[in-house]
């Protein structure tokens, strides 16, 4: 019997963004924490390949880093996440 994973809605203070903008460390490991799992499986499902999974999580998470001042409140802060990890795939 296979079983499924249930899926979790994932909260993320908008405000995370500015923080990490602001060089809070301790806000991107919340970031990281809160968004781990589920970037992960998307790139898993991508990929099919835990190595190349994980090597994009890392680069997903350098560019979420380098470029969190152009994420835009308005938007869903996990699917920006995840357009970006797609991108690098």
Known sequence: MQQTAKKRKVYIDK?????IRLGDQDAFRELYELTYTPLY???LSYTMNQEDAQDLLQ???IKIFKNCHLYREQGNPM???MKIAKNLF
């Open 15 to 19: 405000n995370l963004f500015e923080r």
């Open 59 to 61: 680069d997903t998470f």
């Open 79 to 81: 699917a920006w996440m």
């Open 41 to 43: 499986a998307f790139l």
